[in-house]
C-alpha cells in the first residue's frame, strides 16, 4: 500500500510572489514601452539601441533590465514572507492583461488618440 | 535544390527555435495539469526535493528555445526584414517595403508584424518564470492552490503569445519572404 505523506502546509509564498508579479510587470512595461516609442519619435530614437533592429531593440532590453530589476528587488523583500497570494495574483494578471492589450496594435492607436 | 542563407535562418528561427518552444509550452502545460492533481501532490514523497532530472532538463531547454528564438528574431532576421529599400531596388528583397508599397498588404506589416514583434517577448519572460517556480517552488507549488492556478494561468498567456507571434511570422514570410544573401545548394539536382 503506498504510503501518503502530508505536505508542509505553509512554505513562504513571498518568492513565487515575487516571480509572479514581476513577470506581469515586465510584460506591462514591454506594452507601455512599445506603445508610447510608437507615439514619440525622440523616444524611439532614444531606444534605437541597435540601428539595424531599430527602437524594438531599445523595448525589449530596457524591459528585460527592468523585470530583471523588478525580480531581484522583490525577491528580496519577499525571500521568507507569506503574502495574501490572490491579491498579488489579481494585481499580476490585470498587469499582465494590460501588457497583452498593449501590444495589440489596435488598442495601441486607441491609446495614442490614432 | 538551393536555399539562401536568409531562408535558412530564417527557418531555423521560426520552425526550429519557435516551433519548438511553442511545443515545449504545451508539454509543460500538460506536466503542470499533471502536477496540480491533488493525488500527484499528495503522493509526492518530499515536496522540497529538487525536480527529476529529465524535467529540469526539458525547462532549461524551453526556456532557451524560448530566448533564442526571439533574440535570433529580433537581432537577425528583423533587421532583414525592415532594411530600407534604396531607391529602384527589387522590392523583394525588402519584405516591410514590399508589403507597405499596396495598401492591399500594408496590414500584414501595420497590424501583423507590429504585433508579432512585440508580443513575442511575453512569451519568454513568462516561460522563464513558469520554469523557475517548477525547478525552485516546488514545495510552495505543493502547498498554495493559488500558485499553481495563477502559473498555469501564465503558461496558457506564454502559450497564446508564441503561437499569436509564430503564427503571424509564418504568414507573414509566406506573403513577403525574408530572401537573399548566399546561396546553400542543399542537394544536387539529379537534372
Given amino acids: 500500500m503506498t504510503e501518503i505523506k502530508l505536505v508542509p502546509q505553509n512554505p513562504a509564498n513571498g518568492p513565487v510572489a515575487a516571480a509572479v508579479l514581476s513577470c506581469a510587470v515586465g510584460c506591462f512595461l514591454l506594452g507601455l514601452l512599445a506603445v508610447v516609442a510608437d507615439g514619440s519619435k525622440r523616444l524611439a530614437a532614444t531606444l534605437n539601441f541597435y540601428r539595424p533592429s531599430g527602437p524594438l531593440s531599445g523595448v525589449t532590453t530596457v524591459t528585460i533590465a527592468l523585470w530583471i530589476v523588478c525580480w531581484a528587488v522583490l525577491a528580496a523583500r519577499w525571500r521568507n514572507k507569506t503574502l495574501a497570494f490572490a491579491r498579488v495574483s489579481a494585481f499580476a494578471f490585470v498587469f499582465l492583461a494590460f501588457g497583452l492589450l498593449l501590444t495589440f496594435p489596435p488598442f495601441g492607436d486607441l491609446f495614442l488618440g490614432r | 535544390m538551393e536555399i539562401t542563407l536568409r531562408e535558412l535562418v530564417t527557418s531555423i528561427h521560426g ?7 511553442l511545443l515545449a509550452l504545451f508539454g509543460a502545460i500538460v506536466l503542470l495539469l499533471d502536477r496540480s492533481n491533488p493525488a500527484q501532490i499528495a503522493g509526492d514523497a518530499s515536496p522540497s526535493q529538487p525536480a527529476p532530472r529529465w524535467q529540469t532538463i526539458y525547462l532549461i531547454a524551453m526556456v532557451a528555445l524560448g530566448w533564442t528564438a526571439v533574440l535570433s528574431g529580433t537581432y537577425i532576421i528583423y533587421p532583414w526584414y525592415r532594411a530600407v529599400a534604396p531607391a529602384g531596388a527589387d522590392l523583394a528583397l525588402y519584405p516591410k517595403f514590399l508589403l507597405t508599397s499596396h495598401p492591399s498588404t500594408a496590414g ?84
Fill in chain 2, 108 to 191: 500584414w506589416h501595420n497590424f501583423g508584424m507590429e504585433w508579432k514583434e512585440h508580443v513575442a517577448w511575453i512569451a519568454p519572460m513568462a516561460g522563464t518564470m513558469v520554469a523557475w517556480v517548477q525547478l525552485k517552488h516546488r514545495a510552495a507549488w505543493n502547498a498554495h492552490r493559488p500558485i499553481r492556478t495563477t502559473v498555469l494561468g501564465f503558461a496558457a498567456v506564454a502559450f497564446l503569445a508564441a503561437a499569436i507571434a509564430g503564427g503571424w511570422g509564418a504568414l507573414i514570410n509566406k506573403k513577403a519572404p525574408v530572401q537573399g544573401g548566399q546561396s546553400i545548394q542543399l542537394m544536387r539536382s539529379a537534372k
Fill in chain 2, 15 to 21: 520552425m526550429l527555435f519557435g516551433g519548438f518552444f
